[in-house]
């Protein structure tokens, strides 16, 4: 995280913003407690977010949060902890990586859409189930229901587009 604020701090100064060292600290302090202590709406939040995105993007989206998780740019939930492990990041950024170029060729976009449409949805589910982890189980579940509805939602809204 501290890696994080001094690149902010270095822009600040690049567009004539000049911020003291002590009111840099201070801010990635606040940041680092505003990110430890998520409440109840900015955790269903994030799982909303998670289980929708997870519907367009699947693997982006597991790339994006797990790499900025590792890089400490966000303090991920412990049910989220696992998508900052190197081989997690291996294989979903060489699944994005797939997915990139599956979408250049029309025949292979239409097929990859279709297994997908089976895998995107739980995985949303399980996005959003994770942001509660084992701790709060009935979160985790209303959670995970949430995500996968909002899944298969961003999954319809995107095959009903292509049409």
């Known amino acids: 995280m501290d890696q994080f604020w001094l690149q ?3 822009w600040l100064h690049r567009v004539g913003l000049h911020v003291d060292a002590g009111t840099a600290e201070a801010l990635a302090d606040g940041a680092a407690r ?28 597991v790339f994006l949060v797990g790499s900025m998780g590792a ?28 997915e ?6 029309p025949l292979f976009d239409s097929l990859w859409d279709g297994v997908h ?22 979160m985790a579940v209303a959670a995970g229901l949430l995500g996968g509805t909002l899944s298969a939602t961003a999954l319809a809204t995107k095959m009903t587009a292509r049409a």
Do not use: C, E
């Not at 990139?100 to 060729?105: C, E, V």
């Not at 996005?127 to 982890?133: E, H, R, S, T, Y």
């Open 8 to 10: 902010v701090v270095q």
């Open 34 to 61: 505003a990110t430890q202590q998520l409440d109840m709406p900015a955790l269903l939040a994030l799982a909303a977010a998670l289980g929708w995105a997870s519907g367009i993007r699947l693997y982006a989206v």
């Open 117 to 138: 449409a089976f895998i995107r949805v739980p995985a949303g589910a399980l996005l959003a189930a994770g942001v509660f982890g084992a701790d709060n189980a009935g």
């Open 71 to 98: 890089l400490d740019w966000i303090a991920l939930p412990k049910g989220l902890a696992v998508l900052q492990h190197p081989a997690v990041l291996m294989a979903s950024g060489f699944m994005l990586l797939v």
């Open 100 to 105: 990139f170029f599956a979408d250049k060729l």
